[in-house]
Structures are given as C-alpha cells and as structure tokens.
T-cell receptor, first 117, second 112 residues
Framework: DTEVTQTPKHLVMGMTNKKSLKCEQH?????MYWYKQKAKKPPELMFVYSYEKLSINESVPSRFSPECPNSSLLNLHLHALQPEDSALYLCASSQRASGGGGTGELFFGEGSRLTVL | EDQVTQSPEALRLQEGESSSLNCSYT??????LFWYRQDPGKGPEFLFTLYSAGEEKEKERLKATLTKKESFLHITAPKPEDSATYLCAVQRVTGGGNKLTFGTGTQLKVEL
C-alpha cells in the first residue's frame, strides 16, 4: 500500500464547479508535489512545495490553486476548469526538495482521476 | 533543455525471456537518474537511483546500469507480474530545483 493517500480517487466536475483534491503523507517528508498525467504520457510537474512553501510553479494556469496547510497535507483547488484539464492528478512526496540525496526519490499516491465535462 | 528518450515504446516478452530497456538522456550536469514502474491507473513506484557512470543497482529480476549517455534496465527471466510501464527520469545538479524530466516510458507486457 502506498504511504501517500489521495482523495477522491475519481472526480467528475462541470466547468463552473469548484472542487479540491487532497493528499496526505506521514513519512515525515518535507517536499510535496503535484503532477498531471495524460494517457500514455509521462507525469508533468505542476507545483513543488518545500517546507510548506511553494518553491516551483511550472507556469500552471490560475484555475489550479495549490495549498500546503502543513507538512503532511497538500491540496489542489480547482475552479473553472476546461475539458482538456481531464487527467490523472498525482501527488508525491520526497525527503526534501533540494540539497542532495533523496530528492529524486518520489513516493507517489495512486492519483485522482479527474473528468471535466 | 534536458531530454530523456526511452526505447522501445512497447515490448512484449514471453515469461522467462530476458531483455533490456533503454533510456538515453541529455542533461547539463546529472545529479541522478531514476527508474520508476507504473501500473495502469496508478502512480509511479520508485525503483532505483543511479548517480554516476558505472553504477549498478539490482532488485529481484531487475538490474539498472548507467553510462554517461544512457541507462539500461535489464529484466532477467521476467514474470507476468513484471508487466507495467517503466519510466526513466533525470535530475540536474543545478538550476532545476527538484524537477525531474521523465521519458515517455516503455510499456512492458510479459505473457505466459
């Protein structure tokens, strides 16, 4: 079983809805990530939080709004999404986000499958 | 710009038929090269980290090796449960934050 838990597993929303994806880890990791993955494509980095501060935003549209309330939790708030935003959204964590070993060893959750109608 | 190319895109093996997956990379200053396994509809699962040319790592039927330009994932006597997509990713030493550049993966199917 993965030690990174994502909810919900599946989400269907309309373009005017507001919803949130949630992620939790209890491994004491200090870096957390949101990735987006389309079918038969590799994961694409969206955001990186390091010690609860946003350290990387890969020019993601503002309709995606990340939040890191504490070192164990990561949220992704969704608003006014487009059908092309439908994808598997993956949360991951690592020991830290910089400064040497352990940074590329990401532990992924099982993902939230998002469908935008 | 960092680039990762994996080949073949898809590979079908009979159970027990050993083979290798290739990951060619271009990065200005390699901090690490990572192999992940991904089952359909699931998140990737970390397998190996390789840091320098000549390094090798093994886990059960899998062995990863690294040169200055490419990495190989050798699968010895595979079983059907080894069927998955195998992703390679690179991390650069500086300027990349903690951004991994992933390849598009090799989809492996092992048949009885």
């Amino acid at each position: 079983d993965t030690e990174v838990t994502q909810t919900p597993k599946h989400l269907v929303m309309g373009m005017t809805n507001k919803k949130s994806l949630k992620c939790e880890q209890h491994m004491g990791h200090r870096a957390m990530y949101w990735y987006k993955q389309k079918a038969k494509k590799p994961p694409e980095l969206m955001f990186v939080y390091s010690y609860e501060k946003l350290s990387i935003n890969e020019s993601v549209p503002s309709r995606f709004s990340p939040e890191c309330p504490n070192s164990s939790l990561l949220n992704l708030h969704l608003h006014a999404l487009q059908p092309e935003d439908s994808a598997l959204y993956l949360c991951a964590s690592s020991q830290r986000a910089s400064g040497g070993g352990g940074t590329g060893e990401l532990f992924f959750g099982e993902g939230s499958r998002l469908t935008v109608l | 710009e960092d680039q990762v190319t994996q080949s073949p895109e898809a590979l079908r093996l009979q159970e027990g038929e050993s083979s290798s997956l290739n990951c060619s990379y271009t990065v200005s200053g390699l901090r690490g090269l990572f192999w992940y396994r991904q089952d359909p509809g699931k998140g990737p699962e970390f397998l190996f980290t390789l840091y320098s040319a000549g390094e090798e790592k093994e886990k059960e039927r899998l062995k990863a090796t690294l040169t200055k330009k490419e990495s190989f994932l050798h699968i010895t006597a595979p079983k059907p449960e080894d069927s998955a997509t195998y992703l390679c990713a690179v991390q650069r030493v500086t300027g990349g934050g903690n951004k991994l550049t992933f390849g598009t993966g090799t989809q492996l199917k092992v048949e009885l």
